[in-house]
């Protein structure tokens, strides 16, 4: 990607889901849950520079997966803050997305690009407008868009835009491994056969690779269960991963990208890289999860 004065880079974490619990449903019909989430240094990048006029493009790997149009969460971000900026200047710019997480696998791809985009045009355009205020316009984008904006260890309850940030949270090593099955949200979330699950337990005090490893034996992805009957596939890359040598996996959001928790990032890349030996057309990524004190 270009760089240049004027041309900044923001970065568009994947989301996982390291425990999932579906607690309820609204009478809208969307489904209540408690989830304990990370954001890795792996993910999506947006560019954002100055132009004559308004203009998209999408590069990488996944970039043929994503709608390069009005359909595209980046161009509804852009509109959505132009509206709330009102009067406030906001001029064309181009935005460059450059794709790296698969599409519609549980990573929250498609959220975290629109958080991307809403904090990076809200610098662009100096827009003095408030964090709330942000996660409000991000929300009407998409329920995971406010806890994209936050990327740092939380916990998301209601729809998932109740957050508590969580403090003392290490990064872990993590292994993310897709079997190429795009996987509907609204589809594993309709199969399922039981909305009122406990919540999550307490958290652990401090939370490193053991602590975390125990809190996890003992919390769920309450979606797993119908996303691997659905798509056999997952199993397969939860296999890989213990065979890799993950401490714990577990698949996030509604599938299909599963991940694996590794003791450090070196061993970590060790079992990535022979996941892709043995599975070369799957997306597979060692990667960190950003701590909570990270800057
Ligand atoms: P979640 O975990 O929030 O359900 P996901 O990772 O399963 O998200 P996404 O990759 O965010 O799913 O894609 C969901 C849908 O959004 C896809 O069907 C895709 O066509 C659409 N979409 C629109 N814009 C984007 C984008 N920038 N990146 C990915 N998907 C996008």
């Known amino acids: 990607m270009e760089s240049g004065p004027h041309v900044r880079t923001w970065a568009a974490p994947a989301k996982i889901n390291l425990a999932l619990h579906v607690t309820g449903r609204r009478p809208d019909g969307y489904h209540l849950i408690e989830s304990l989430a990370v954001f890795t240094r792996f993910g999506d990048r947006i560019e954002i520079a100055p132009a004559e006029g308004d203009d998209f493009t999408v590069s990488g790997r996944y970039a043929p997966d994503v709608p390069p149009d009005g359909d595209n969460l980046v161009l509804k971000a852009r509109d959505a803050l132009r509206q709330a900026a009102g009067l406030r200047s906001t001029p064309p710019v181009i935005i460059r997305l450059e794709k790296n997480l698969p599409v519609a696998s549980g990573v929250g791809g498609g959220s975290s690009d629109a958080a991307a985009v809403l904090r990076g045009l ?29 990327a740092k260890p939380l916990v998301a309850r209601g729809i998932g835009e109740e957050l508590s940030m969580v403090a003392d ?19 594993i979330f309709a199969a399922l056969s039981r909305r009122d699950n406990e919540p999550l337990p307490p958290l652990p005090r401090s939370i490193e690779f053991h602590s975390l490893r125990n809190w996890l034996e003992i919390t769920r992805n309450d979606l797993e269960p119908a996303a691997l009957a659905m798509r056999p596939a997952i199993g397969r890359a939860l296999s890989w991963l213990d065979k890799a040598g993950s401490g714990f996996s577990r698949m996030s959001g509604s599938g299909a990208t599963c991940f694996g928790l590794f003791e450090t990032g070196n061993v970590a890349k060790r079992a990535a890289a022979e996941i892709r030996s043995r599975q070369p057309d799957w997306f597979v990524a060692a990667t960190r999860s950003i701590a909570s004190e990270a800057e």
């Open 122 to 150: 809200a610098d662009s355009w100096g827009l003095d407008i408030a964090r709330a205020e942000l996660a409000r316009i991000g929300l009407s984008l998409g329920a995971d868009v406010p806890m994209c904006l936050a």
């Open 169 to 187: 949270f290490s990064a872990l090593g993590l292994v993310l491994v897709n079997p190429g099955t795009p996987v509907s949200t609204a589809e």
